[in-house]
């Protein structure tokens, strides 16, 4: 017990995991305060429980786009940092990496503009800086998906080259990777599915979504970021 408290803690002292539990703790109130909503027509007492964690889920959800108003510079030394990709092998991986991030750096500049809208910072229409920062997003996750569909491909011809010739020392380490990179197209997925939902109606299933399906695939792409988060952690401490 003592030992989960104290990697609760570590993990709630750094950004990243404080983030990641924040929107754990967001998509799941958002989840079980829909399904609260939707089934309890009848019973105020669980109406009123649904709406107030969808109110708790609003709030976290406003807490982490203000906390994103000083990402912009991590995210713009992380582009720098890449560039073009020359350490990748795959041309294709860089390319859709570089997109990728392009993507990301322009995301949060629209989002700070639709943020600072809505609180009447600037006098302009939210609107449409809410869709082109969903539109990035969407970008940034279906690249995102494409990256580790390619990944996955070159991991698979890589694993059978050495069953192949033989040489099965890092069968564990490539099977590792592969599970990592489908559990980022899982996250992804669910994410691009509440990405759709936020664009104007008539797009795909755009603002077909109730309540509690959001919170569920907002939910799952969570615990698919805190696994990944863990195995990363639990890679550093074993070196």
Known sequence: MQQS???LVRVLETYRGRDKIIRTVCYGSQLVGGVLSRKAESDISSQRLGKSLLLFSAQLSQCRTVLRLFDDLSMLAYSHGYGF??????????????????ADQLYYPC????????????????????LLSTALWG?????????SLRVLLLLKKKLK???????????SRLHRQMRGELLSVLGSMADLSNAVHWMPPGFLWAGRFPNWLVGLMGTVSSLVGLIQMSGSSDQTDST
């Open 5 to 7: 408290v104290e990697a």
């Open 85 to 102: 990709g020359g350490t990748e092998e795959d041309s294709g991986v860089r390319w859709i990496s570089v997109l990728t991030n392009l």
């Open 111 to 130: 989002e700070h503009i639709a943020w600072a809208a809505d609180a009447e910072l600037i006098k302009v229409k939210s609107d449409k800086w809410w």
């Open 139 to 147: 970008t940034s996750l279906l690249l995102g998906i494409l990256r």
């Open 161 to 171: 080259r050495q069953e192949r010739d033989g040489g099965g020392s890092s069968h």
